[in-house]
């Protein structure tokens, strides 16, 4: 019964917020820039629902993917990149093996964040 209350508290905080008169303005907006781009729409569309439903559904941002966007953002892409995001205390009490998978798992974290982040500059027009 709490959920129900808590999601109705949501929901109205949302209507008294004006939070979907600012997404249909953000959605005309970013669709209307997209066409003038040459931009996918339904990319756009598409992502922007994505994003709309994670903010209600109250899920925040990957710590690890800010981490790597303000890398990116201020730095660029590096050639040491997955040192930068080794949490060193962290790998230093593994053993070899261990060290060799959690290599491997941050690496593939890290290009999945990349592609999400070359992704998101490509659809909202983000240029340096």
Known sequence: MEDIKSMARAAKKRLKT?????????????????????????????????KVKSEILGEKEDEFYLKVKKMLDSEGEVSDAIGRLTDKEYFDTLSYEEKQRYTLELSNKYLAALKKYRRERELFGKKD
């Not at 669709?31 to 629902?49: D, F, H, M, P």
């Open 18 to 50: 004006n939070f979907w008169a600012d997404c249909k303005r953000n959605f005309d907006r970013d669709t209307t820039e997209a066409k003038k781009r040459g931009v996918s729409e339904i990319q756009v569309k598409s992502s922007l629902k994505g």
